[in-house]
Every structure is written in C-alpha cells, then in structure tokens.
C-alpha cells in the first residue's frame, strides 16, 4: 500500500512512529470527456481568462475571495509554514467510548502501522487501548487540511478515522419539509416493527454489492466486444395508498419458508393411524359378511383399492333377494 502519511502518535510524554495508509479504495468507474467528432479525450487546460494564456503551475497561486471578485493571495511556503508543526504528530487529546460517536461525523478510514523502531511502543498503546475499550481522539493535519480524528483498535492493527469538526455538521432544523405533529396508526406501527424485526440479521458486510458499479462494468465489456446493449425499460414507479396492505405484504414476503420434511417425530403418528385404520377395515369384513363376497365378486374386473371398492348399492341389491322370493 501507498504510504499517505508519515509521523507519530503522542500521548502524553510517549511517542509512538507511525506510517499511514488508507484503508478504503474508490472504487468508482471514471470516465472521460470525449470529442463526439473525432474520439478524442478532452483535455483540461489551466487557462486565465483574463489574459486568454495557458498558465503553468509555478504561475498559480492560492487566493481566497472575501468579496466578489477580490481575493487575498497565499504562496505555498506560507500555508506549508502555518501546519508545519502539527502535520508530524497525531495528538491524542482524550480518550472516549466509540458509542458516543454519531456516525455522521465519520470521514475516511486509515491504517496505521508502527515506524522505524516504534514497534514496542506501537503494541503498548494496541493493547492499552483494546483492554480499556477506549478509542483516541485525536487531531492531525492532512496534505495541508486539519481534521479532528478517532484512533481505534481493529483486530491487530490502529485505524485512525478522519472525523469533522462540529461546526461542518449542518443542523438538523435545515431540513426542509420534516413532519411535524404526524399521528402513527397503532396497527401500522406494530406490523412495521414486525418486519423489521423479520429483516434484522447480523451484519454482514460482504453480502452488500455495488449493483450500479457490477452493472456499469458488464455495459463496458459488451461494448468492447461489439456487442448490442437492449435495456429493459424501468418499472413505473406507484405511490403507496394503502399502507397497510404493503406492511402485511411485505411481512408475507420475508416469512421463512415452511418445512416440507415432518422428520421422524410425525412416522409415529401416522404409523398408529395405519393401524387403526386397518383395525376399523377388519371389524367391518366380519360386521358385513355378504358385503365381503359382493367385494370378492367384482375383484375380478374392478382396480379399485380395497378401502373404496365395497360400494353401497350392491349391499341392498344383495339383502332384498330374499324377500322377492
């Protein structure tokens, strides 16, 4: 991995070398600009307006417009000199409980590994921090831009996040359009925890894809290869009318799917209902004597089973004979 970030953690007296390394990757498709015309990339020129030049890079400096129009101008060596003492060193400030952190304020992940002969001092604070349970509140200067900062325990290995300031955070009550004095329906909110409580699993990061990004990467394989791309049109998308009909619908949906296999615990009972039932047969053959015979008689030219060949109409055929003699 590329080194991002050389210097040390200090807390208190005890200095700890560090190398930093992100831990995250972008991994979004970048494309170009193109010339429709003739296939070309288009390209980005540093251009001032004003003189109608191309302008190189040691010409360009950096400004700050405090009105429209005027800006206030900073060289390099200027801004390098105003972080040159904190970019070296990650401070720790406090330590807290990872829980009291909202994860709005979360930026960027890295990794921190121990530099130079900092081993030693590099799994003392690992295991301080790990035994406590305490994550480092730190700050820490960045090509040129100051963060606040949480350095925290994953598996064997520092991570330090990238944590804005409390004044970057916009205030809730900028939200537009917000609810406000809603009643919630009873029956809707106790089906509404069902399903989530139906939905909720472990987290399991490595489930979670990016559709869009598997999706794009497809497209461009098919292109290269000359192939014709047909997309299937979007489905319209309908409001919700009825929001209990869609609560019970989408429960239904989430049910785990009912057992096909009885297992062995149901072989007992429909082992006694076969003997039962078998029972009931017998005593039925010696209740009806005649009616056995009559069964007896048709076998011959009937495939019916034995439980419904025994049919009610020859029985009175066979018991008023007599009385016609």
Known sequence: MHTVWKGAISFGLVHVPVKMF???ENKDISMKYIHKVCGSPISYVRRCPACDV???WEDISRGYEYEKGKYV?????ELEQLSANAEKTIKIIDFVDLKEIDPIYFQKTYYLAPDQAGGNAYQLLLEAMRDTGKIGIAKIAIRSKSSLAAIRVMEGCLAIETIFYPDEIRPISQVPN??????VNDKELTMAKMLIEQLSTPFEP???????REGLLQMIEQKVAGEEISLAPAKPETNVIDLMAALQASIEAVKPPVATDPGPAAAAPAKRTRK?????????????PVAG???KAGADHETATPTVAVKPKPKRRTATKPEAK
Do not use: M
């Not at 101008?73 to 060596?77: G, T, V, W």
């Not at 039962?276 to 009806?288: Q, R």
């Open 22 to 24: 992100s831990a995250t």
């Open 73 to 77: 101008l900073f060289e390099k060596e």
């Open 54 to 56: 191309d302008v190189n």
């Open 178 to 183: 917000l609810p406000e004095n809603v009643q």
């Open 293 to 295: 015979k009559t069964k």
């Open 276 to 288: 039962t039932a078998a029972k009931k047969a017998k005593a039925e053959d010696e209740a009806a």
């Open 206 to 212: 490595e489930k979670y894809t990016d559709d869009y």
